[in-house]
Structures are given as C-alpha cells and as structure tokens.
DNA sequence: TTGAAAGCGCTAACAG
DNA sequence: CTGTTAGCGCTTTCAA
C-alpha cells in the first residue's frame, strides 16, 4: 500500500514515499530538496514525484537534525498596539526573504503571562526572540542559555547584557520643548505616563530642553495611565485648576486622544487653538481639527534592526550591541492630507 | 560528561539527561510530565531533577511523535489592521489554555505571499489554519487533504465546503439604511469600496433597505479603493457634482476618514452637520466633531468562533458550518467619552 | 509499575 | 555520485 492509496485520510507523504515512488535512496531525494550535487536525471525523477506526491518536507522532522529554527517568537505587551504591530512588520521584513515565520504573543503586560510564552518559545527552540519585557523582573537567562538569540525592544532590561533596541526618547522629549520654543509657545501643561523608565525620559528630556533662556514655563505636570480616559482627566484636572496654558506636551499617543476630547469639551472656543505636542500621534492630526505635532518613533525600523540582530546572532556575533533611534518631530502641517 | 559539564554552551537537557540525573529510565521521566500513573517517590525525584536541569522538553519532538500539533497559523491580508489583531485576539482567547501559540502571516493580499505562508503551515505541520483569503483563487485542498483543520474569516470562499465565520454585511447595510430612514435623513449619498462580495453586500444591504416608503433619495454611488485617499477622492467628486445631500453612507473605516477629512476641507462649514455612516469607525467620533454612525463587526467574536471551530473539527468535526454574524450599529451619542 | 526498544521524518556521515 | 544507516528527542507499545 502506497502514499496514493491512503490518499485523502489526512496524510501526507513522507521522504521515504517519494524516495520509493521515484525509484531513488531517501538520501537522493534529501539532495536533491536541498539542491546538493544529484545526476540531471534523477533530479528530474525526483522533482516530478515530489509533484504527484504532494510532498511538502516536515520541518518538525528538519528541525530535529538541524539546529537551525525556521520559527521566531515576538513577545509584546499588546499586538492590537499599533506601534507593536509595525515592530512586527519590521520583523517580518527579515524573516520572510529567509522563509522564517514569526509567532506573536501578547504578554498584557502580565508576568505571568509572558514567562508561559518564553516557556513556549523555548519548547519549540525557535531561532530567535525578540522581546518587549512586561517589567524589569523578566527573565531571559533561560532561553540564553539554551543558545537561542535574543533581542530587547523598546524597552531595556536594567543590567542585562542583551542587544537592545529602542527610541532616545530623551532626545524626544527635548525635541517636543524645541518645537514649542520654535513657536515662541512658552506657558505649557505636562501630562506625564506612569513612572517607567519610557516616561520618565521623555519628560526629563522635555523639562532639560525647557530651560532654555527665555525658558518655558510649565505651569503643571500631572500623571495618567497612559490609556484615552488617564489623559480626559488629566486634561481635566489641569483645566479645573485654572492655570493658563498656551500649549499641553504629553509622553503618549492615547493619552493624547483623551486630551484633544478633553480640550473640545471643556473649552470648546479654545479646542483648536491649543497645540498638542505628543509622541507617536500618527493620523490624529488627520480627524481632529486640533493643531498638533508629533514626535515619531520608527517602530518598523525597530523591528528590522532587531531582525538583523537576531542573523547576526545566529551566526556567532555576541549580543552586546544597544541601539537609540532618534525620534523625529511632525507638524500638523506636514500631516494634513493630500 | 553530564549536562551540567556543558552548562552555558548553548545545550538544552534531554530527556535521557533527566533520566540519568534521576536514576531512572526515560519512559518514567516521559510519564511523570504526561501525568501517568508512576510510584511516588519516583515522581519526586525527576519533578526535583527537572527543575534542576531546567529542563524543557522539545515540542519539536513531540510533534514527530503525536499528530497534535500547539502551534496553529492565522493568515491575514494585514495584521496592521486593527480588524485583523482583534481577530487574532479572539483566537489567542482559545488558543492560549491550550497551550497554543499562533503564528501569524500576513498576505498583503498577495496571492503569491499567501502561498508562501501556506507552504510554511503545512511544512509545519500546525494544528489548525484560521484564514481571510486573499482571493477567490487560494487553494486550501492540500491543507485539507493533510488533514489540518481550516477556517476561513471575513471572506467566503466561493463554493468551497469550508468552515466560514463572518458578518452579515447584507444586514450592516440594511442596518445603515433604517438609521438613516430613522432620522428623517432621506438625501444620501453613497461611497463603495471596490467590487468585492464585501463591499457588494453592504452596498445591496443599504440599497434594499432604502426602498421603504417615503424611500431615501440616493443622490449619487462613488467607488473608492477602500484607503483613505480613495475616501477623499470619491468625497470631493460628490460635492463637485454639486449634488444636494444631507447625508453620507460608506462600506469602508479608512474612506470614512477620507470622507469627514474632505468635508471639512471643503465644506467647512457644514463639516458636522451631515451625518456619516459607516463601517467599524471606532474611536473616530472621538477626534472629529462630526456626527457618525458606526455599524459594528464583531472581530474578536468571529476569531473566538474560529479557534472553537479548529478545536471541534480537531475532535473530529467535518467542516460544513457557515456563520454570519449581524453588526450592531452605534451612533455618535453612544460612543462619546467619557 | 517500570524499562527496553521501536519508531516519527529527516539529515549527514560513511561506504560503496 | 548514490545508498545505507545512525541518530535528533520524544512517546508508546511490549515484556518483564
């Protein structure tokens, strides 16, 4: 009984089907998929029964010989976050010229969660990882010492050798307060994330560039949660308080969002004559009439460097590289569309 | 010379290594982490050597051996969009008790990418494929015949006996119209996305509807290309024509963009008096002033039906289910924050 | 209960 | 240049 009788019970032909069927050793057939020196005719041979076959290799069955993986694991905080989901094109951009898949997983910014997806990626020995840790407790020791490559995005690991990618987000920060000077937009409202190292720099970078002479006057700083309602009511509370305030800097995209929806219903005269600087604001700018400048990260370009770090890793390169993309800053004007 | 002789190289320990660190044989180890029955004490000794080793036994191996499979594929014409993530998110919903992990691909709607990430499936060998077509011509007959489940979202395939999750978009459109008709706007004219079974049975939906008495006016059908500058485009082309309308319906998110970004370029004073109508537009009410009406797919519900449908026909289940979901429609009033 | 041993599908020596 | 064969790490009979 052959591979073509048993057809259609959920099968799939094996090397050693195609190796009988063609009248050639397993070991011809193997050659002859991994394009090593085989006789013209055999190949042939081989080629068209691979067809008739349907033969696809099992590359759980490569997997096992070889140590190379065709399989990466990307582990984020959240994959319905845009910024995460172009890190994981960038990726992909790597990946796929070298026939390389990538699984995605959400950590929730949940410890728990994430160390099951590391425990996973270390199952399947996948080739590489590239990972946004959930808090600075994550441990990678694991899976570097099973040898597999890891890279750090966007968000660095206190005192871990790894190769590290992110955003100067200092410089971001500073590049917001230049704007603003830039404008002559000297009495600003800060709202601020919550105290990670991402936040923190993005506001020490603003308040450093702030100082400029004449400096900028920040009549408040509050904290929100970095989600759309921790912005509403930040805005709100620095609206309550009556401060004066001719422009509102703050360190994340949603809360932007909450910000303008704020602005426009607390002080709708004002709601566009208020400049919003904020990072990573994208089309924002495009649906609120609110006159806005965004300071951008380059998340694909995060991703495909981390990508080719993961190659370099691979081929022996120690992991001791970090890496700080410069943000740029947008103006509403540059925005608008067409 | 042990595992731990060779600790730090990059090695992972074995089963055998397990098994002589414990003083037993591999079946044991292998039936402690299967949770057979095996005498007590034994069952300390290899949990204890277990963990000192760090050992994590290799998926890969065990897909040689069991015909289950943790790793499903999800194919997408575009995991950046945000439809697509909150697919995935309902098959993680699923997938994660499981153990599972998906990983995701993204056709671009490429026929020949598509391809490519199917091939990967297959040589994979995954536990189920969760995919939106790129076209009427992707081939899933020899998924099938390796006996991997499929499901196919958001998009039928055309005569294919296929499990298939999607929306009614026939009743979206239905739903657009009666709003509409509700609030006495009778003057409206119609954007469409390119001719797709999506597009078309949204278009129908809403044209079917609008033959009630009094019947809404349909001033004028634009086609766009379903991005934000087909939208805009297709926007300007309608107030060209210097047709009277007082409202706008749209099969698309992005073009809904264009649209409310043309109209108050353009129209800048009626900017938020005419009603917009339109698919899945989120958070868009949020940032523009203008007043909207959103018809609802349900993403993540449609990504939880399909991972339960990869589980059933995994138990056996022949595929011949098709469920449309119905969209719910919300308007402006609703969405408002907070 | 436990252990020895036969594979799962493939690659890579090693012989011929 | 081709074929035979020994594993990769695991599960699962089959005996003991």
Do not use: W
């Given at each position: 009984m052959t591979i073509l009788d048993r057809w259609g019970e959920g099968v799939t032909a094996t090397i050693y089907d195609v190796a009988r069927h063609a009248g050639v050793s397993v070991a011809t057939v193997s050659r002859v998929l991994n394009g090593l020196k085989v006789r013209e005719d055999l190949v042939e041979r081989v080629r068209e029964t691979v067809l008739r076959l349907n033969y696809t290799p099992s590359r759980t069955a490569q997997r096992m010989r070889k140590s190379t993986s065709h399989l990466w694991a990307l582990i984020v905080p959240d994959f319905e976050n845009a910024f995460f989901t172009r890190v994981a094109r960038g990726v992909e951009e790597i990946c796929q010229p070298r026939d390389t898949c990538v699984f995605i997983g959400?950590?929730?910014?949940?410890?728990?969660?994430?160390?099951?997806?590391?425990?996973?990626?270390?199952?399947?020995?996948?080739?590489?990882?590239?990972?946004?840790?959930?808090?600075?407790?994550?441990?990678?020791?694991?899976?570097?010492?099973?040898?597999?490559?890891?890279?750090?995005?966007?968000?660095?690991?206190?005192?871990?050798?790894?190769?590290?990618?992110?955003?100067?987000?200092?410089?971001?920060?500073?590049?917001?307060?230049?704007?603003?000077?830039?404008?002559?937009?000297?009495?600003?409202?800060?709202?601020?994330?919550?105290?990670?190292?991402?936040?923190?720099?993005?506001?020490?970078?603003?308040?450093?560039a702030a100082k400029a002479s004449p400096a900028i006057d920040i009549v408040r700083i509050e904290r929100g949660n970095n989600r759309l309602d921790g912005g509403y009511r930040a805005m709100q509370r620095i609206i309550q308080s009556e401060a004066r305030f001719d422009a509102v800097f703050v360190t994340n995209n949603l809360m932007a969002v909450g910000i303008i929806k704020a602005l426009g219903d607390m002080l709708p005269e004002r709601r566009n004559d208020i400049p919003v600087v904020g990072f990573d604001l994208d089309e924002i700018p495009l649906l609120s009439g609110a006159c806005i400048a965004s300071i951008n990260q380059d998340p694909h370009e995060i991703g495909r460097i981390a990508g080719e770090r993961i190659l370099l890793q691979q081929a022996g390169t120690p992991p001791v590289c970090s890496i700080a993309l410069r943000p740029t800053l947008v103006a509403t004007a540059g925005l608008g569309y067409p």
């Open positions: 959400s950590s929730d910014d949940d410890p728990e969660k994430e160390r099951r997806y590391l425990e996973v990626a270390l199952a399947e020995r996948v080739g590489g990882v590239v990972i946004t840790p959930s808090s600075d407790t994550t441990d990678l020791t694991r899976i570097v010492s099973a040898g597999i490559p890891v890279v750090v995005v966007d968000r660095a690991v206190p005192n871990g050798a790894y190769d590290t990618i992110l955003t100067d987000n200092m410089a971001g920060g500073r590049l917001g307060a230049e704007h603003l000077l830039g404008q002559n937009l000297r009495t600003v409202a800060c709202v601020v994330g919550p105290e990670n190292p991402t936040s923190q720099a993005r506001l020490e970078g603003f308040l450093s």
